[in-house]
């Protein structure tokens, strides 16, 4: 009893049919070349797999045949049914073409996408998607109406995929782009959880963000759904690509992200100390009176009036430096911008915005900064007076230490003793 021939026989001969007016030995060149591809295809597809399964994939073994002829600089079949074949099938090169080169828009942009709003951790950047949505609607529509085959036949497509055979019957390319073949089921479980994972760490931004994570578990659960099916129909390509692109930016963002975090923590570090030895006592970040530690010093005339630009400087005239401190206004953090040894400082308000922009303290939305440059308090400065003194020799004597009141009270006039 004869053997039942394969599916992937029967394409070959159909190929091979197709490739008849080539000198034999190019014939059987090309199909060793593609043989093992076929074979790989065959057992991924299952026993049992019938010639349908192989042409949903790649095309009729005609058109196949076309692709191979044009990849290997070979001439057009001769006049007859191929050129019939030629003039029906040309003016739908253009609408396959803009399905996959669609696709191929819209991953890039995803990618840069997700990376940007990674990278800064704000879910407004995603909004940039919307302007690429139309492309990939028109490239689904063209996919859904014209099929996979058309798209399969396209000599890019083409190209990428001999280029893709070659590498895997390379010996060290080959095996890399096995191992990455045998993380697929992985890879779309990954997916899933940097989806999640995205969202949630967008809404600790911004709150508006909730609105986002309903899209990103539906992209979840699509990966999941999509990746085993994937092989089968190629079509899911048009789902599996974007989320993949989107992913795969995400990834790459949030490495850069946690990159930064680290460089600036060092950079804090490696900041002079907070409580300095005795041998490096001036320029540090900060100031102590007593075990009590000054971030800022206010100085007032004898009128009680606030002093601004103060300098301070120490009994050998070195500068008195203390780390100035701003606000970084992308981010709305507070952020070192120097040192100096003028005082006072503006002080430094952490807190959030509203949608307007309006500064609401800790209710809001936004993460914000504010510099307030006025001061806390107003001061009484007390008065010196003289006394007479029974030998006749004035002794200087002063009212008790100075007090301060609250910045909204009205700070007391001092009365001279008699």
Not at 80 to 85: A, E, N, P
Not at 205 to 213: E, I, Q
């Amino acid at each position: 009893m004869s053997e039942k021939p394969t599916a992937v026989r029967v394409y070959l001969a159909r190929v091979r049919t197709a490739l008849a007016d080539l000198p034999a030995s190019e014939i059987e060149e090309i199909l060793e070349d593609v043989r093992p591809h076929l074979a790989e295809l065959e057992a991924e597809l299952g026993e049992g797999a019938r010639v349908e399964a192989l042409i949903e994939r790649l095309g009729t073994p005609e058109s196949y045949a076309a692709e191979l002829r044009a990849s290997g600089g070979y001439p057009p079949a001769a006049e007859g049914s191929t050129q019939v074949l030629a003039t029906r099938t040309a003016p739908s090169v253009v609408k396959p073409r803009v399905a996959f080169w669609g696709l191929v828009l819209c991953a890039v942009a995803l990618t840069l996408i997700a990376f940007g709003a990674a990278v800064s951790v704000d879910p407004d950047v995603l909004v940039a998607v919307l302007f690429f949505l139309p492309v990939f609607l028109v490239s689904l529509f063209l996919l859904l109406r014209g099929g996979i085959e058309p798209v399969l036949a396209l000599p890019e497509v083409a190209w990428l995929r001999q280029t893709l055979a070659k590498g895997r019957r390379q010996e060290d390319s080959g095996k890399a782009l096995n191992y990455l073949a045998s993380l697929k089921p992985a890879w779309w479980i990954v997916c899933a959880f940097v989806l999640v994972a995205f969202g949630l760490l967008l809404m600790l931004r911004a709150r508006d963000a909730v609105l986002l994570l309903p899209f990103l578990l539906v992209a979840g659960g699509a990966a999941v759904w999509v990746g085993p099916r994937l092989g089968r129909d190629r079509r899911l390509l048009w789902v599996a690509v974007p989320i993949s692109a989107f992913v795969i930016g995400g990834i790459l963002g949030g490495f850069g992200a946690a990159v930064d975090l680290i460089s600036n923590r060092n950079s804090y570090s490696s900041s002079p100390s907070y409580y300095p030895s005795s041998s490096d006592r001036y320029g540090n970040d900060q100031l102590s009176y007593g075990n009590h530690e000054i971030e800022n010093v206010y100085a007032f005339d004898a009128e009680g009036k606030p002093l601004t630009e103060v300098y301070l400087y120490d009994e050998q005239g070195r500068p008195i430096t203390l780390t100035r401190y701003g606000c970084e206004r992308s981010s709305g953090s507070k952020e070192k911008i120097g040192e100096d040894n003028r005082f006072p400082r503006p002080k430094i308000e952490q807190g959030v915005t509203d949608d307007q922009g309006n500064y609401n303290g800790y209710n809001g939305y936004r993460s914000a900064c504010r510099e307030n440059a006025g001061v806390p308090f107003s001061a009484a400065i007390p008065k010196v007076t003289v006394p007479p003194s029974p030998s006749g020799t004035p002794s200087a004597t002063t009212t008790p230490a100075p007090t301060t009141t609250p910045a909204t009270t009205t700070p007391p006039t001092a009365t001279p003793t008699r």
